[in-house]
């Protein structure tokens, strides 16, 4: 367990680090210079206007445009599955990139901002039984044709939080954390995962920015089909928030 001290100092270096993104939003945002996002079954959902009522994802059926999830041994009446939903939040509420998180406000009550984004996907993993399923994904097609490189950027903003429904016990080996992975297929069954980042999941939105090429990935566009898989924390009872997901051609 953290003492006083390393909570302050976790609080500080996190502070620093979200006073440095966004610094680096403002000069990229004035320099003019446009970015290119990669389509993503996340960016769909999340650019959506209209809520989804949760629902029982079926495992590695869509339950929205190129999304769905995948859970361990799912196919089992009491297994482990996931419960999904999207809330839209009206009035000109919206998750901007850094807003959210750096001002301290309510993004669950609506963050005034000038972005038009604002869906949140919630993602709620039940879990059941006494082994932990192996794993517990969201995954997302990625529109990888042109998509002539391997150097990319990833944008996250993502918060979890304790699920009160299900008795708010959170086994303590649980690393609240989530993996990010690219499954690039260079056939119909063959796939290379090249694994990007483990991102914490905070019970305060924290954005994430990461710049990686990973070693041995050729361009996107040279692959037959590109997958994104989101890993969650495959124990507990909690649910992810994912405000924003964003894969960006990284700059020259």
Not at 9 to 27: F, G, P, S, T
Not at 47 to 67: D, M, T, V
Not at 106 to 130: E, F, K, Q, Y
Not at 142 to 158: K, P, Q, W, Y
Request: one cysteine or more; proline letters at 6%.
């Amino acid at each position: 367990m953290l003492n006083d001290l390393e909570r302050f100092a976790v609080h500080i270096e996190a502070m620093e680090r979200m006073v440095a993104l966004m610094k680096a939003d403002v000069a990229r945002f004035s320099s003019g210079a446009p970015r290119r996002e990669i389509v993503t079954g996340f960016s769909r959902f999340l650019s959506g206007q209209e809520p989804i009522a949760p629902l029982r994802a079926r495992n590695y059926k869509a339950f929205a445009e190129g999304l769905w999830a995948s859970v361990e041994n799912a196919g089992f009446a009491d297994a482990a599955h996931m419960v999904v939903a999207r809330e839209v939040y009206a009035g000109g509420a919206s998750v901007s990139a850094l807003g959210g998180a750096a001002a301290g406000a309510d993004i669950g009550g609506g963050v005034a901002g000038a972005t038009p984004r604002r869906a949140v996907l919630r993602a709620n993993p039940v879990i059941t039984g006494r082994a932990a399923p192996k794993w517990v994904h969201l995954e997302a097609e990625l529109e990888h044709r042109g998509v002539n490189t391997a150097a990319l950027e990833l944008e996250m903003l993502a918060s979890a939080e304790v699920n009160p429904l299900a008795g708010g016990f959170v086994p303590q080996e649980t690393v609240f954390e989530a993996t990010v992975t690219l499954r690039c297929f260079t056939d119909r069954k063959r796939f290379e995962d090249f694994r990007i980042a483990h991102l914490p999941l905070t019970t305060v939105p924290m954005k994430h920015r990461i710049a990686f090429r990973p070693d041995g990935m050729r361009p996107l566009s040279a692959y037959r089909r590109v997958v994104v898989l989101l890993a969650l924390p495959p124990r507990g009872a909690y649910a992810v928030n994912l405000y924003d997901f964003a894969l960006l051609v990284a700059e020259s």
